[in-house]
Each structure stands twice: as structure tokens, then as C-alpha cells.
């Protein structure tokens, strides 16, 4: 079974572009959660969302949007990238509800703002 | 403000020998914790979770414990691979996710 993916693998951008990254969760799974992991710390939660509406939102600032697509895919957006925004960028999948415990993470997306 | 905490940035074990990773966290409404092990250019793979109805569950060769009365947590490896050698992040299970930074095992043949 095909497992959480992610593309692209790696991002290099520079300062004030703007930047998708997609994810496309296991299949039969409805709720997409994206996550930042900066160089030494844990996974930092963003945005979450369930049956194509947003359940959660992290401490992030307005340049950081994200949607779920009807077959339950995910885009994340970053506009006017500062070199701060340079991390790895997880998406999760869960089968169940918003509040399913367990998590299943994709392989990330590197990206590197200079 | 960090909510759940991983003090030892790394940890060194000899194969064969016991690792025990440590977790405390701050919110006694936290009743769910999850273990994820991360390997380089991978995401982060579940490992085994505990709720706060118990204070141990054991899986082969991990084992987690829970004190609520001193908001900690650990994980036991026994016996230790090579293998096992990755980040260690200790997580709430209440939605989202609240990780701590990781602690990376290393384990020596």
C-alpha cells in the first residue's frame, strides 16, 4: 500500500517568492495535517484538515495558507518566503476524525529559501 | 513555551545494552502520548503510544512508561540495534501533535 506522498522531494527559492508543496495522504484517509520541522527541533503543527474543511490552524503567520481537494490531496502555500521559512515540511494522514491519535507522516519536502 | 520536552539532545548505547529515552511534558490534560523514530531524508514513523489510563505498554522490543504524577514519560529499548540508530520524538497524542526536539540514538556495534 502506498504510503503518504509528497512533492516535490526538494525547494530551492529565494527571498519573496512564493512556493506549493502537495500531498497526497493513503488512501481512504480524510484528514491532511501539514507540519514544519526546523533544523534541531520537533515537528511544528500548521494547518489541519478534515473532509476538505480546515479543523486547525498552528502559530503561523497569513503568508502560510493551505486546502484539501476532494479526493482529499492537500497543497500548502507559502507566499513572500523568508530565509526563516527554510525547513523540512511533513504532511500526515489519519483515517479517522480530526481527533485520530495517530499520525502517518509523508517523507517531507526540503526546502531551502536563499 | 515548550509544552513537551526532550532534554538529552543525543544518546550513545552499546548493542545489546538498554536505551531509555526521556520525555516530560507540562499540561496534565494530556492523555495520549505517541513515540515516533525519524531516520535521515524520511518522515517520522510511529513507534508505540500509551494512554493515561495505563502507566506501561510493551511492543517486542520498546517499551514505554508513564508517571502522570510527575508528567514524564520514557521509552525502553532492549536490547539495542544498530539499526535503531535515528531521532527519537516524543509526542502528545491530543490533536495536533505537540512534539518535543528529539533525541538521537545512536547505537555503537
Redesign the interface.
Known sequence: DAG?TQSPTHLIKTRGQQVTLRCSPISGHKSV?W?QQVL??????IF?YYEKEER?R?NFPDRFSARQFPNYSSELNVNALLLGDSALY?C?SNPGG???????????TRLTVL | DQQ?K?NSPSLSVQEGRISILNCDYTNSMFD?F?W?KKYP??????LI?ISSIKDKNEDGRFTVFLNKSAKHLSLHIVPSQPGDSAVY?C?T??????????TRLSVIA
Do not use: C, D, R
Open positions: 503518504v495535517s507540519y534541531g527541533q520537533g515537528p511544528q503543527f489541519q486547525g498552528g511533513l500526515a480530526p481527533s485520530y491519535n495517530e499520525q502517518f507522516f509523508g517523507p517531507g | 513537551v526532550q495520549y505517541l515516533y531524508a524520511e518522515g517520522p514513523t510511529f503510544s520524538f509526542a497524542g491530543n490533536t495536533p501533535l505537540v512534539f518535543g526536539k528529539g
